[in-house]
């Protein structure tokens, strides 16, 4: 079982940004499609970002195209999400997840119920 530590939340300005990591210990993630969910106050946890095993697939929901980039870097057993032009909506827990080998389609890459292991979250919280 892998084990994941997501950091790097806090507070921040509209228009401000963040740099969020996760680390993974207890096995490689190389062959890991990795992603991050969101969850806030209230309402249920949706899909951020996902990116392939190898970094050359990425995929992102529509409320967060062109601001949020999702990267990994592999030698450091790590997933980092770059959240740029933040809005007050963008306020939640992010949560990073795993799925060992590759999820082909993007519907199935949006699904919570495709990732078997979880981190504990970090707080993101977006105001003036």
């Known amino acids: 079982q892998v084990q994941l530590v997501e950091s790097g939340g806090g507070l921040v300005q509209p228009g401000g940004s963040l740099r969020l990591s996760c680390v993974a210990s207890?096995?490689?993630?190389?062959?890991?499609?990795m992603a991050w969910f969101r969850q806030a106050p209230g309402k249920e946890r949706e899909f951020v970002a996902a990116?392939?095993?190898?970094?050359?697939?990425?995929t992102y929901a529509d409320s967060v195209k062109g601001r949020f980039t999702i990267s990994r870097d592999n030698a450091k057993n790590t997933v980092y999400l770059q959240m740029n032009s933040l809005k007050p909506e963008d306020t939640a827990v992010y949560y990073c997840?795993?799925?060992?080998?590759?999820?082909?389609?993007?519907?199935?890459?949006?699904?919570?119920?495709?990732?078997?292991?979880w981190g504990q979250g970090t707080q993101v919280t977006v105001s003036s």
């Open positions: 990116i392939s095993r190898n970094g050359y697939t990425t």
């Open positions: 207890g096995r490689t993630i190389t062959a890991d499609t």
């Open positions: 997840a795993a799925r060992p080998g590759t999820i082909p389609t993007v519907v199935g890459r949006m699904n919570a119920a495709a990732y078997d292991s």
